[in-house]
């Protein structure tokens, strides 16, 4: 398995100077950048939308990983992927038609991601694996930044890490968002994870950002 990737989640960033911290993210080595759109009906937060990931486009270099926490997101995936997204991730209980909504993800050049909340089995995204580039598994509820890891969520990465390689799916990533600190990371990537989202770890530990990345990596290779 890859090493694993670092994509800081901006929602912990200081957006009044949001350019600085990506900036900061991609000197320290970062492999992504988490973008988190929420809408306040899918989740109970309102964050950002298509001009911030625009923005963004025109500040880094890194791939954006913009995961859609909203209802209806089929009316927006050309919008986000024009601004400049690289993977784009929707969710399996957002998605009424869900194949097609990763078809289109890949039609218009990004890769498609399937992210899946705390209460959803890992069974319930068995039938779309095969058509997917990443799987992002929820280790809390979303909606907020800075909440403690579930702990279960460990069980459900490994189920499907274990999946994936039965089927020979290895290329996809397998994402883990919540609650990721140096006292998780290894956890998680002991259980197969390939790509760590970390927010208050990254933006709002004491230490440079350059300081918290590096924390973290040592912890999930160790």
């Known amino acids: 398995m890859s090493p694993v990737k670092i994509s800081p989640s901006i929602l912990s960033a200081d957006f009044a100077r949001l350019a600085d911290g990506v900036a900061e993210a991609e000197a320290a ?9 929420m809408d ?30 909203i209802e209806q997101p089929d ?16 969710h399996q209980e ?7 909504t990763v078809e289109r993800i890949r039609q218009l050049g990004a890769k498609p991601g399937v992210s ?21 598994v929820m280790s809390v509820n979303p909606g907020f930044g800075g909440q403690k890891f579930i702990p279960t969520s460990t069980a459900k990465i490994a ?3 274990s999946e994936l390689d039965r ?11 919540g609650g990721i600190s140096e006292k998780t990371a290894g956890e998680v990537c002991a259980a197969g994870a390939t790509v760590l989202v970390a927010g208050a770890a990254v933006f709002n ?6 300081e918290n990345i590096d924390r973290l990596r040592r912890a999930a290779n160790g």
């Open 29 to 37: 080595g970062a492999e992504w950048i988490h973008v988190d759109v």
């Open 40 to 69: 306040g009906h899918f989740v109970p937060n309102i964050t950002i939308g298509v001009p911030v990931v625009a923005a963004l486009r025109r500040v880094t270099r890194l791939p954006l990983d913009v995961h859609l926490m």
């Open 75 to 90: 009316h927006f995936i050309d919008a986000f992927i024009d601004a400049g997204a690289d993977w784009l991730t929707v």
């Open 94 to 100: 957002a998605s009424v038609h869900l194949h097609r």
């Open 116 to 136: 899946i909340n705390p209460a959803t089995p890992a069974g319930a995204i068995s039938e779309i694996l095969p058509y997917v580039d990443l799987v992002l």
């Open 159 to 161: 189920a499907i890490r």
């Open 167 to 177: 089927r020979g799916l290895w290329p996809i990533e397998l994402e883990v968002d």
């Open 205 to 210: 530990t004491a230490g440079t950002v350059a």
